[in-house]
Nanobody, 130 residues
Framework: QVQLAESGGGLVRAGGSLRLSCAVS????????MGWFRQTPGKDREFVAA????????YYADSIEGRFTISRDNAKNTVYLQMNSLNPEDTAVYYC???????????????????????WGQGTQVTVSS
């Protein structure tokens, strides 16, 4: 069994920063890519960022506009999301997800698709006050 555990969420004022972590544990598991998604009540879960394990290639949603940075520490089997210049529109539950293997083709096309991820964490709440 594979478990993903997010941490680092909380309450922050607009303009502030938070760093989310996603630790992977369980059976021996080498993932192809890890992604961050977020969801607000009444809306679909949306893609935020993704990173590949071997090359460290990164992918971001256009809405992030350079404010967030995804990174990974393979030795710790952990992925991070550094979020800067937060605004109230970033308020959401943030989820990390693992894609176990490469699906073929252009990662830009499949990494933002939540249904293609194999494992999910429980989520961590991020609240940005104005």
């Amino acid at each position: 069994q594979v478990q993903l555990a997010e941490s680092g969420g909380g309450l922050v004022r607009a303009g502030g920063s938070l760093r989310l972590s996603c630790a992977v544990s369980g059976r021996t598991f080498t993932w192809y890519a890890m992604g961050w998604f977020r969801q607000t009540p009444g809306k679909d879960r949306e893609f935020v960022a993704a990173i590949t394990r071997v090359s460290g290639s990164t992918y971001y949603a256009d809405s992030i506009e350079g404010r967030f940075t995804i990174s990974r520490d393979n030795a710790k089997n952990t992925v991070y999301l550094q979020m800067n210049s937060l605004n109230p529109e970033d308020t959401a539950v943030y989820y990390c997800a693992a894609m176990e293997f490469y699906l073929g083709g252009d990662p830009n096309k499949f990494l933002p698709t939540m249904d293609l991820y194999h494992y999910w964490g429980q989520g961590t709440q991020v609240t940005v006050s104005s």
